[in-house]
């Protein structure tokens, strides 16, 4: 057996209120098309996966995402072009995203080239590009 990709990812978020409008333009603007909209969630498919947020419970409402802890480390996902890692750059400095690192070369496979950023709970994100099969060649 071999899968077929990653069919979504689910993030929850305590600052809904913030995170929901973030992740509407980023999704959107990287072709996603938004599926699932409501007061507690937004899904929005494409590039052969998904992406959702969910609004958090009360209880955690103050508490941001801690990089290291148990869970999730972060999020990548794989742009077409290298070019496009340039361009997305661009367009989370009209967002607002805190930018970890610009676009910059990485030694995790030959050619690789990203942009780490992180929503406004914190959460990392990153856009990389990486050139044919990468480390499957």
Sequence with gaps: MEINGVAHVMLTVSNFEACYPFYEKLLTYLGMKPVMRSEEMLYCVGGRTAVGIMRGDDSYRKEIFQQRRVGLHHVCLRARERGDV????????????????????????????????????????????????????
Excluded at 86 to 100: E, P, S, W
């Design 86 to 137: 340039d361009q997305i750059y661009g367009f989370l400095q009209t967002i607002g995203a805190k930018i970890v690192h610009p676009p910059e070369d990485g030694p995790w496979a030959p050619g690789y080239y990203s942009v780490l950023f992180e929503d406004p709970d914190g959460i990392r994100l990153e856009v990389n590009h990486v050139p044919g099969k990468g480390l499957l060649a």
